[in-house]
């Protein structure tokens, strides 16, 4: 079945750091994949999405590339910020006949960045 | 705009109470609607999934149920809780007309059951 992998965390930077936060995974077709963010006791935002091969989402600094051929959808920024600290989820929408549009998630990596 | 709500955002309750958390999703019609629940230091699981009105699809057999009994409103009930029912709880919606196949999620619902 499909399934999200991402690299477990915690990840700890200083400020104005370069971050990378690896996500790959396995799907039948052409999903959608998708990153999202979880500020501490709040809901999830989404954060940058994309839909098709070599699709770059970017959004606040975040970037990352649809790459099929590797399976990933890494997730990078140049410079983090303290207010960058939360959980990041890597998530793919499956695509069918049903049409659904159900996520599946990895874990999640909790980004901590410190002054 | 589309905007999802969820309450109540916090409760406690006892094992063997029964539960209910309520969504509902404005500015849209017919939209997808889900239940994921998040419990202490783990991903999100899908619980629930609603493609229109009375249609419920169960992805895991637990001891909750869901029930949609208008078009943009998401209802997950217990008759008896149990504690490894504790987590954190989030509404969300998808509608392909707006959002290009991205679901929107709410603000969350913490129980803890004691």
């Known amino acids: 079945g499909n399934s999200v992998t991402q690299m477990e965390g915690p990840v700890t930077l200083s400020e104005e750091a370069f971050l990378t936060i690896n996500c790959t995974y396995t799907?039948?077709?052409?999903?959608?994949l998708f990153w999202y963010v979880q500020y501490p006791g709040e809901g999830l935002q989404l954060l940058l999405k994309?839909?098709?091969?070599?699709d770059k989402g970017s959004n606040k600094g975040f970037e990352a590339t649809y790459r099929k051929e590797t399976t990933s959808f890494h997730l990078e920024k140049g410079s983090v910020q303290v207010s960058d600290s939360a959980v990041y989820f890597c998530?793919?929408?499956?695509?069918?006949?049903?049409?659904?549009?159900?996520?599946?998630f990895g874990q999640g990596t909790t980004l901590q960045v410190k002054p | 705009s589309q905007t999802i709500h969820q309450w109540p955002a916090t409760l406690v309750q006892p094992v063997g109470s029964p539960l209910s958390l309520e969504c509902t999703v404005e500015?849209?019609?017919?939209?997808?609607l889900y239940w994921y629940r998040q419990a202490a230091g783990r991903g999100l699981q899908l619980l629930f999934y609603?493609?229109?009105?009375?249609?419920i699809s169960s992805e895991v057999p637990q001891n909750l149920s869901a029930s949609r009994p208008q078009d943009r409103q998401f209802i997950l009930s217990s008759k008896k809780l149990l504690l490894s029912d504790s987590g954190f709880y989030l509404c969300?919606?998808?509608?392909?007309?707006?959002?290009?196949?991205?679901?929107?999620f709410g603000e969350g619902s913490w129980l803890t059951v004691v």
């Open positions: 969300a919606w998808r509608s392909d007309s707006f959002s290009g196949n991205t679901i929107y």
């Open positions: 799907a039948t077709g052409y999903p959608s």
């Open positions: 994309a839909t098709k091969a070599d």
């Open positions: 998530a793919l929408s499956e695509h069918g006949s049903s049409n659904t549009g159900k996520l599946i």
């Open positions: 500015g849209t019609s017919n939209p997808n």
């Open positions: 609603s493609v229109g009105i009375g249609q």
